[in-house]
């Protein structure tokens, strides 16, 4: 069966992309082949779990010259057909999403259209959740555009918020109970669309 040759872009710890992977280990990511993590933070917990898994990791830093050039350069290299952001935490330029031929998704840690948009990453979307009072929040996963967090919805997980919670254990829970579960389905979903497709040109 032909699949999807997916990259996942990270920037931090990597258990969205652990959960890509062991997604892929026990069948629950079938259509999409991961192929490359490429990480824009040296140091990022995910590249040595991309190293466990032995899967080719490149280290792209964000803040050097002519990143998106190479981070294109190095998703074409690896033929890749898909791109997820797995707690990658820049924002791609028009530019960088008009140029890369396939989908790009992303999952953010809130109920879109909550909590998201420029500046809303990581445990300070958690925190404004809390701020807010909101007893419910969640996950989201969408397709990437060139509005932070306003490409079309793939998929959504909703999570309690529970009282004496802090912006550490609700980040955890989100993850547990929606983060982990949803990515790696819609990422089936995405590759599955693509692996159809390339079965039909062949
Ligand atoms: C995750 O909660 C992810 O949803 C979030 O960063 C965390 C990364 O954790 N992403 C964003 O906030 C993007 N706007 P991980 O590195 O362990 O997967």
Partial sequence: ML???????VSGG???????MDAQADGGLKS????LVIADKPGAGAIARAERAHVPCAVIPRREAGFEERVLAALAEHKIDMAVLAGFLGILSGDFIDRFPGPIINIHPALIP????KGFY???VH??????????????V???NAIPDGGRIIAQKAVDVLPGDTPETLQRRVMEQAEWILLPQAAEQVAAGIAEEKEKKL
């Fill in 114 to 117: 909550s909590f998201c948009g």
């Fill in 127 to 140: 925190r404004a959740a809390l701020d807010c009072g909101v007893k419910v929040t969640g996950a989201t």
């Fill in 122 to 124: 990581g445990l300070g």
């Fill in 32 to 35: 999409g082949q991961i192929a």
């Fill in 142 to 144: 969408h397709y990437v």
């Fill in 3 to 9: 699949t999807a040759r997916t990259a996942v872009l």
């Fill in 14 to 20: 990597g258990t969205n992309l652990q959960a890509l």
